[in-house]
Nanobody, 122 residues
Framework: VQLQASGGGLAQPGGSLRLSCTTSGFTWDYPSIGWFRQAPGKEREGVSCINNSDGATYYEDYVKGRFTVSRDNAKNTVYLQMNNLKPEDTAVYYC????????????????WGQGTLVTVSS
């Protein structure tokens, strides 16, 4: 089981980035994927989750209306489109597979990608 997060980089405030989480090695199709982030000096926190069974999506208030999670099952990839980025969005972003009904708790997320750094700065 592997997850690979990518797409991070430097963006200006108000700018956009799209993160990707590519999965492989799962014995079931289209796992639920959660996005989390960890800013420097802070604990990791939830960002979003997309459910495997019905495509339901969940967002934390601090990204709601700006971030959109989606999936392309044919590519085994989940995307996190991040618009109107703010400096406080600066963090390492992780994707993980687990259960959205447990999100934003990390308890139900057992397989994690390596993280991709997002820096929002002018």
């Amino acid at each position: 089981v592997q997850l690979q997060a990518s797409g991070g980089g430097l963006a200006q405030p108000g700018g956009s980035l799209r993160l990707s989480c590519t999965t492989s090695g799962f014995t079931w199709d289209y796992p639920s994927i959660g996005w989390f982030r960890q800013a420097p000096g802070k604990e990791r926190e939830g960002v979003s989750c997309i459910n495997n069974s019905d495509g339901a999506t969940y967002y934390e208030d601090y990204v709601k209306g700006r971030f959109t999670v989606s999936r392309d099952n044919a590519k085994n990839t989940v995307y996190l489109q991040m618009n109107n980025l703010k400096p406080e969005d600066t963090a390492v972003y992780y994707c993980a597979t687990g259960a959205c009904y447990l999100y934003p708790s990390e308890d139900g997320f057992v397989s994690w990608g390596q993280g991709t750094l997002v820096t929002v700065s002018s």
